[in-house]
């Protein structure tokens, strides 16, 4: 479960990145637990643990089916608009784990050239990004 973000006239993004690699950037997100109420519940947890944020309503957006190396993994995409942010009130495991790698939330303009400029992963969801991102402008 991921969470493309709208912040104004921004994309709200995670720039991941390790020592001696290249930088990508993909969106906030990741499993349902057992203590989340449901699949929506889910985007507003990650979030807050995330990049300290809360969301207005997730709509879904993509679902994106991968062959992992033990099983196949199917990726929920949602849509929300970013309420609110402050990092200080972040608090996943993920933030502060040096296994992690780079975790930095970056705005990005909703422009086709500058989100066709990211290495942004998974590639269904590069592409579904650029073919929407003016309506997301216009709205």
Known sequence: MRVVLLDG????????GWPGGSPYWTTVGGSVEPDDAGLDAAPRREVMEEI???????????TVTEPGETLTVTQHFFLADLLDMHLDR?????VDAP???DFEPVRIPLDP????ALDLHPPELAAYV???????RAR
């Open 52 to 62: 300290g944020a809360t969301i207005g309503p997730a709509t879904p957006l993509l």
């Open 9 to 16: 006239d921004h994309l709200v993004l995670l720039r991941r």
């Open 130 to 136: 650029l073919a929407h991102v003016e309506a997301w």
């Open 99 to 101: 296994d992690t790698g």
């Open 113 to 116: 050239t500058a989100v066709a």
């Open 90 to 94: 972040r608090d996943g495991r993920e």
